[in-house]
C-alpha cells in the first residue's frame, strides 16, 4: 500500500483558484489509479476527480467539470487537483485515495487515503 499525504488548502475568495497536491510513498504509485474527493460536515464523503495509473484517463463529477482538473506526475508520486473558479460551495476537506490498478472512476476500489486538507471558499 501507499501512504498519501495531501497538501495546498486554505482559505481563499470566490472565483480564487488553488492546486491541491497529494504526496504518496513507496515506489509502485504508477500502478494506482487516484481519486480526489471532499467532504462537508454531516455529508458523506463525495468523489471529486479520478485518473487512471497511467493519466490517460480522467473522469469527473458534473459539479466541477470544467472547473477542477486532475493530474498526476509519477516521477513525483504526485498527484494533483487544480481548482479554478472556486464557489462557497466548494469548501471542505478534500482527501485523496489510491485504488491498485483501478479505474480512476467513482466506482473505484480506493483502499488508501489521506489525512485531508480543509478548502475554504468565501463568497
Known amino acids: 500500500q501507499v501512504q498519501l499525504i495531501e497538501s495546498g488548502g486554505g482559505s481563499v475568495q470566490a472565483g480564487d483558484s488553488l492546486r491541491l497536491s497529494c504526496a504518496a510513498s513507496?515506489?509502485?504509485?504508477?500502478?494506482?489509479?487516484m481519486g480526489w474527493f471532499r467532504q462537508t460536515t454531516g455529508k458523506n464523503r463525495a468523489f471529486v476527480a479520478g485518473i487512471t495509473w497511467s493519466g490517460s484517463s480522467t473522469y469527473y463529477a458534473d459539479s466541477v467539470k470544467g472547473r477542477f482538473t486532475i493530474f498526476r506526475d509519477n516521477a513525483k508520486n504526485t498527484v494533483y487537483l487544480q481548482m479554478n473558479s472556486l464557489k462557497p460551495e466548494d469548501t471542505a476537506v478534500y482527501y485523496c485515495a489510491a485504488d491498485r490498478w483501478g479505474s480512476g472512476t467513482s466506482k473505484g476500489g480506493y483502499d488508501c487515503w489521506g489525512q485531508g486538507t480543509q478548502v475554504t471558499v468565501s463568497s
Open positions: 513507496g515506489r509502485t504509485f504508477s500502478s494506482y489509479a
